[in-house]
Protein backbone atom coordinates (compact mmCIF):
# COMPACT_ATOMS: atom_id res chain seq x y z
CA UNK A 1 0.00 0.00 0.00
CA UNK A 2 0.66 3.63 0.08
CA UNK A 3 3.30 5.09 2.46
CA UNK A 4 5.56 7.90 3.69
CA UNK A 5 8.54 7.29 5.32
CA UNK A 6 11.29 8.86 6.71
CA UNK A 7 15.16 7.82 6.45
CA UNK A 8 16.58 8.43 10.18
CA UNK A 9 14.00 8.59 12.84
CA UNK A 10 16.52 11.11 14.82
CA UNK A 11 18.82 13.89 13.37
CA UNK A 12 21.08 15.90 15.71
CA UNK A 13 23.04 18.76 14.42
CA UNK A 14 25.29 21.36 15.64
CA UNK A 15 23.96 24.82 16.05
CA UNK A 16 24.54 26.68 12.58
CA UNK A 17 25.13 23.83 10.32
CA UNK A 18 22.58 23.15 7.84
CA UNK A 19 20.12 20.21 8.54
CA UNK A 20 18.34 18.01 6.00
CA UNK A 21 15.53 15.91 6.55
CA UNK A 22 14.48 12.96 4.18
CA UNK A 23 11.45 11.70 3.01
CA UNK A 24 10.42 8.91 0.91
CA UNK A 25 7.20 8.21 -0.82
CA UNK A 26 5.74 5.16 -2.65
CA UNK A 27 2.47 6.43 -4.32
CA UNK A 28 3.61 8.10 -7.82
CA UNK A 29 0.45 9.58 -7.99
CA UNK A 30 1.10 12.05 -5.34
CA UNK A 31 1.28 15.78 -6.50
CA UNK A 32 1.26 17.29 -3.47
CA UNK A 33 3.86 17.72 -0.45
CA UNK A 34 3.85 19.07 2.85
CA UNK A 35 6.35 19.28 5.53
CA UNK A 36 5.37 20.26 9.22
CA UNK A 37 6.85 20.96 11.99
CA UNK A 38 5.96 19.68 15.76
CA UNK A 39 7.26 20.90 18.28
CA UNK A 40 6.26 19.19 22.25
CA UNK A 41 3.00 19.83 23.75
CA UNK A 42 1.69 21.81 20.06
CA UNK A 43 0.37 20.78 16.61
CA UNK A 44 1.91 20.44 14.15
CA UNK A 45 2.83 23.63 12.04
CA UNK A 46 3.15 24.01 8.50
CA UNK A 47 6.43 24.96 7.15
CA UNK A 48 6.61 24.47 3.36
CA UNK A 49 4.34 22.66 0.45
CA UNK A 50 5.52 21.77 -3.01
CA UNK A 51 3.68 20.50 -6.34
CA UNK A 52 4.79 17.80 -8.32
CA UNK A 53 5.59 20.13 -10.99
CA UNK A 54 8.00 22.05 -9.17
CA UNK A 55 11.42 20.15 -7.93
CA UNK A 56 12.37 22.90 -5.91
CA UNK A 57 10.68 25.45 -3.58
CA UNK A 58 12.63 28.31 -0.81
CA UNK A 59 11.24 29.90 2.04
CA UNK A 60 12.70 31.62 4.98
CA UNK A 61 15.73 29.66 6.14
CA UNK A 62 13.92 26.30 4.51
CA UNK A 63 14.15 24.77 1.03
CA UNK A 64 12.32 21.64 -0.21
CA UNK A 65 13.56 19.57 -2.76
CA UNK A 66 11.14 16.94 -4.58
CA UNK A 67 12.79 14.26 -7.25
CA UNK A 68 9.98 12.45 -8.95
CA UNK A 69 12.51 9.81 -10.45
CA UNK A 70 12.94 8.14 -7.12
CA UNK A 71 9.77 9.49 -5.16
CA UNK A 72 12.21 11.68 -2.93
CA UNK A 73 11.70 14.59 -0.82
CA UNK A 74 13.47 16.28 1.42
CA UNK A 75 13.75 19.98 3.59
CA UNK A 76 16.51 21.88 3.78
CA UNK A 77 17.12 23.94 6.92
CA UNK A 78 20.05 26.32 6.67
CA UNK A 79 21.45 27.64 9.57
CA UNK A 80 20.25 25.69 11.76
CA UNK A 81 19.11 27.22 15.66
CA UNK A 82 18.00 26.03 18.73
CA UNK A 83 14.92 26.79 17.97
CA UNK A 84 14.64 24.68 15.08
CA UNK A 85 14.42 21.69 17.76
CA UNK A 86 11.09 19.65 17.14
CA UNK A 87 9.68 16.29 14.90
CA UNK A 88 9.12 17.44 11.26
CA UNK A 89 6.77 15.15 9.22
CA UNK A 90 6.39 14.94 5.65
CA UNK A 91 2.71 14.71 4.34
CA UNK A 92 1.37 13.96 1.15
CA UNK A 93 -1.65 14.00 -1.19
CA UNK A 94 -3.31 12.61 -4.82
CA UNK A 95 -5.45 14.36 -6.73
CA UNK A 96 -9.05 13.89 -6.25
CA UNK A 97 -7.86 12.83 -2.83
CA UNK A 98 -10.56 15.22 -1.27
CA UNK A 99 -7.18 16.84 0.22
CA UNK A 100 -6.33 13.96 2.30
CA UNK A 101 -3.05 13.54 3.63
CA UNK A 102 -1.13 10.84 4.16
CA UNK A 103 1.61 11.36 6.87
CA UNK A 104 5.30 9.66 7.60
CA UNK A 105 6.22 8.39 11.09
CA UNK A 106 8.24 11.92 12.00
CA UNK A 107 12.58 12.65 12.41
CA UNK A 108 13.38 14.28 15.52
CA UNK A 109 15.56 17.23 14.91
CA UNK A 110 18.06 17.93 17.63
CA UNK A 111 20.07 21.39 17.56
CA UNK A 112 23.55 20.96 19.64
CA UNK A 113 24.93 23.89 21.14
CA UNK B 1 -1.36 30.84 16.96
CA UNK B 2 -2.91 28.74 14.04
CA UNK B 3 -6.37 29.85 14.74
CA UNK B 4 -7.55 26.45 15.84
CA UNK B 5 -8.48 25.81 19.34
CA UNK B 6 -8.98 22.44 21.19
CA UNK B 7 -10.26 22.07 24.51
CA UNK B 8 -9.49 19.96 26.91
CA UNK B 9 -6.21 20.04 26.76
CA UNK B 10 -5.39 17.40 29.01
CA UNK B 11 -8.24 14.69 29.59
CA UNK B 12 -8.26 11.86 31.54
CA UNK B 13 -11.25 9.25 31.48
CA UNK B 14 -12.56 5.87 32.79
CA UNK B 15 -13.75 3.31 30.23
CA UNK B 16 -17.12 4.22 31.11
CA UNK B 17 -17.10 7.35 31.25
CA UNK B 18 -18.65 10.24 28.18
CA UNK B 19 -16.69 12.86 27.24
CA UNK B 20 -16.46 15.64 24.15
CA UNK B 21 -13.50 17.13 22.71
CA UNK B 22 -14.20 20.59 21.18
CA UNK B 23 -12.31 22.26 18.22
CA UNK B 24 -12.88 25.81 17.18
CA UNK B 25 -11.82 27.40 13.75
CA UNK B 26 -11.31 30.94 13.47
CA UNK B 27 -10.08 31.10 10.16
CA UNK B 28 -12.98 30.96 7.75
CA UNK B 29 -12.09 27.90 6.70
CA UNK B 30 -15.01 25.30 5.34
CA UNK B 31 -13.32 21.59 5.84
CA UNK B 32 -12.14 20.22 9.38
CA UNK B 33 -10.84 17.41 10.34
CA UNK B 34 -10.23 14.83 13.46
CA UNK B 35 -7.16 12.95 13.53
CA UNK B 36 -5.07 10.85 16.18
CA UNK B 37 -1.19 10.86 17.05
CA UNK B 38 -0.15 7.97 18.85
CA UNK B 39 3.55 7.46 20.17
CA UNK B 40 5.93 6.63 17.15
CA UNK B 41 3.23 6.33 14.43
CA UNK B 42 1.85 8.28 11.66
CA UNK B 43 -1.03 10.68 12.31
CA UNK B 44 -3.76 8.95 10.86
CA UNK B 45 -7.58 10.93 9.67
CA UNK B 46 -10.43 10.05 11.60
CA UNK B 47 -12.55 12.00 10.25
CA UNK B 48 -13.00 14.98 7.88
CA UNK B 49 -16.23 17.18 7.43
CA UNK B 50 -16.64 19.48 4.42
CA UNK B 51 -19.02 22.37 4.44
CA UNK B 52 -20.66 20.76 7.84
CA UNK B 53 -21.18 17.08 6.18
CA UNK B 54 -18.82 14.54 6.99
CA UNK B 55 -17.14 12.97 3.84
CA UNK B 56 -14.28 10.20 5.41
CA UNK B 57 -14.86 8.30 7.80
CA UNK B 58 -11.43 6.03 7.91
CA UNK B 59 -13.16 3.56 9.63
CA UNK B 60 -13.16 4.69 13.05
CA UNK B 61 -14.64 2.60 15.89
CA UNK B 62 -18.31 3.47 16.77
CA UNK B 63 -17.23 4.46 20.23
CA UNK B 64 -15.76 7.82 18.41
CA UNK B 65 -18.76 10.00 17.37
CA UNK B 66 -18.30 13.20 15.75
CA UNK B 67 -20.20 16.48 15.19
CA UNK B 68 -19.84 19.49 13.06
CA UNK B 69 -22.62 21.90 14.27
CA UNK B 70 -21.11 24.16 12.07
CA UNK B 71 -18.12 25.17 10.09
CA UNK B 72 -16.10 26.55 12.68
CA UNK B 73 -16.91 24.10 15.37
CA UNK B 74 -16.00 20.37 15.23
CA UNK B 75 -16.62 17.76 18.40
CA UNK B 76 -15.47 14.31 19.25
CA UNK B 77 -17.67 12.44 21.49
CA UNK B 78 -16.27 9.78 23.26
CA UNK B 79 -17.36 6.85 25.07
CA UNK B 80 -16.41 3.50 26.55
CA UNK B 81 -13.00 3.67 24.97
CA UNK B 82 -10.04 1.33 25.85
CA UNK B 83 -6.89 2.19 27.18
CA UNK B 84 -5.59 1.85 23.48
CA UNK B 85 -7.57 4.88 22.49
CA UNK B 86 -4.82 7.03 24.76
CA UNK B 87 -3.42 9.30 22.17
CA UNK B 88 -3.08 13.01 21.08
CA UNK B 89 -6.23 14.08 19.65
CA UNK B 90 -5.22 16.84 17.17
CA UNK B 91 -8.23 18.93 15.30
CA UNK B 92 -7.24 20.64 11.90
CA UNK B 93 -9.10 22.95 9.30
CA UNK B 94 -8.61 24.15 5.72
CA UNK B 95 -10.42 25.99 3.27
CA UNK B 96 -11.56 22.99 1.38
CA UNK B 97 -11.21 20.00 0.28
CA UNK B 98 -10.53 20.20 -3.15
CA UNK B 99 -6.52 19.41 -2.95
CA UNK B 100 -3.76 21.53 -2.30
CA UNK B 101 -5.25 23.03 0.53
CA UNK B 102 -3.53 23.44 3.54
CA UNK B 103 -4.46 22.06 6.57
CA UNK B 104 -3.94 24.23 10.30
CA UNK B 105 -3.70 22.10 13.46
CA UNK B 106 -4.23 22.98 16.42
CA UNK B 107 -3.04 21.94 19.83
CA UNK B 108 -4.40 18.70 20.30
CA UNK B 109 -5.91 16.72 23.12
CA UNK B 110 -4.21 14.67 25.40
CA UNK B 111 -6.20 11.95 26.20
CA UNK B 112 -5.48 9.07 28.76
CA UNK B 113 -7.85 6.31 29.21
CA UNK B 114 -7.66 4.63 32.26
Known amino acids: GESVGLHLPTLSVQEGDNSIINCAYS??????FIWYKQESGKGPQFIIDIRSNMDKRQGQRVTVLLNKTVKHLSLQIAATQPGDSAVYFC????????????FGTGTQLKVEL | ETGVTQTPRHLVMGMTNKKSLKCEQH?????MYWYKQSAKKPLELMFVYNFKEQTENNSVPSRFSPECPNSSHLFLHLHTLQPEDSALYLC?????????????FGPGTRLLVL
Open chain 1, 27 to 32: NSASDY
Open chain 2, 92 to 104: ASSLGTSGEETQY
Open chain 2, 27 to 31: LGHNA
Open chain 1, 91 to 102: AESQPGGGNKLT
